[in-house]
């Protein structure tokens, strides 16, 4: 349980961490989009 909650806490600063620089949010909304149009096909 300390491990998974350590994992999500991690992923959850490295997420805001990333979202803080405006170039960098767009470049992974871009990188999700074209993710999800390809599971799509």
Do not use: I, P, W
Not at 10 to 32: P, S
Request: proline fraction near 0%; charge should be positive.
């Amino acid at each position: 349980m300390a491990r998974n909650r350590m994992l999500l806490t991690t992923a959850a600063l490295g997420a805001a961490y990333l979202l803080r620089n405006d170039k960098t949010r767009k470049k992974l909304v871009n990188q999700l989009q074209a993710f999800a149009d390809k599971s799509r096909r």
